[in-house]
Nanobody, 124 residues
Framework: QVQLVESGGGLVQTGGSLRLSCAAS????????MGWFRQAPGKQREFVAT????????YYRDSVKGRFTISRDNAKNTVYLQMNSLKPEDTAVYYC?????????????????WGQGTQVTVSS
C-alpha cells in the first residue's frame, strides 16, 4: 500500500519555477516507480515524467525535457518535480502516482496509487 500527499503547487509567471513534492507512506515506496501526470481543463490526463525506484532511470514527455526534473529521496519517502522555464501550456492539475512496474511507466493504468492533485497555474 502506498499513500501519496502532494504539495508545492501554485501560481507562477511565465519563465518561473515551481517545485512539487509528493510525500509517500507505506513500505512499498522504495520498490515503486513514481510518476507525475497532469490534466488541464477539458483535456485528458497526460504523462509528464517518471523515475525508477532507485532514481537511476528517468523519462519525460518531449514537451518538458530540459525544463522539468524528477527526483526522489527514498530516505524521506518523497518524490519531487522541479519545473523550470514554465509556460502557460504547463497549466494543469499535477498528480503524483506510484507504480509497481519494473520499467518506467508512461500509461495511466500502469499506476496503482494516486495523489490528490495540486494546481499549477502559469500566467502569460
Amino acid at each position: 500500500q502506498v499513500q501519496l500527499v502532494e504539495s508545492g503547487g501554485g501560481l507562477v509567471q511565465t519563465g518561473g519555477s515551481l517545485r512539487l513534492s509528493c510525500a509517500a507512506s507505506g513500505r512499498t515506496f522504495s520498490s515503486s516507480n513514481m510518476g507525475w501526470f497532469r490534466q488541464a481543463p477539458g483535456k485528458q490526463r497526460e504523462f509528464v515524467a517518471t523515475i525508477s525506484w532507485s532514481g537511476g532511470s528517468t523519462y519525460y514527455r518531449d514537451s518538458v525535457k530540459g525544463r522539468f526534473t524528477i527526483s526522489r529521496d527514498n530516505a524521506k519517502n518523497t518524490v519531487y518535480l522541479q519545473m523550470n522555464s514554465l509556460k502557460p501550456e504547463d497549466t494543469a492539475v499535477y498528480y503524483c502516482a506510484a507504480s509497481s512496474t519494473v520499467l518506467p511507466a508512461v500509461k495511466l493504468n500502469q499506476y496503482n496509487y494516486w495523489g490528490q492533485g495540486t494546481q499549477v497555474t502559469v500566467s502569460s
